[in-house]
């Protein structure tokens, strides 16, 4: 059963910027279709972006041209680049196998203003 492993996540100012990162141990990403989803307190959890195992993109409206989802299957990893932060950014992010419905434990993002 693969696990997932999210990091990268903190505190940072509006405006600033954060790389996460999704690292699948015990199987690999190879040709997998995956997704970053966030959740706020109180809120359902929501697709943020995915990528599919040919490395074609897809974005939440109004996400595209903040966050960029990448991967790099020799490394295992998924990767979630989240420029010019908001507040409403804050929340928990999660990045899920889709095939599988196997999720990570998620990693804490707070954006101050």
């Known amino acids: 059963q693969v696990q997932l492993v999210e990091s990268g996540g903190g505190l940072v100012q509006a405006g600033g910027s954060l790389r996460l990162s999704c690292s699948a141990f015990?199987?690999?990403?190879?040709?997998?279709?995956i997704g970053w989803y966030r959740q706020a307190p109180g809120d359902q959890r929501e697709s943020v972006a995915t990528?599919?195992?040919?490395?074609?993109?897809n974005y939440a409206g109004g996400l595209r041209g903040r966050f960029t989802i990448s991967r790099d299957d020799a490394q295992n990893t998924v990767y979630l680049q989240m420029n010019n932060l908001k507040p409403e950014d804050t929340a928990t992010y999660y990045c899920?196998?889709?095939?599988?419905?196997?999720w990570g434990q998620g990693t804490q993002v707070t954006v101050s203003s």
């Open positions: 899920h196998i889709m095939a599988t419905s196997t």
């Open positions: 015990g199987g690999t990403f190879r040709f997998k279709h």
């Open positions: 990528i599919t195992g040919v490395g074609s993109t």
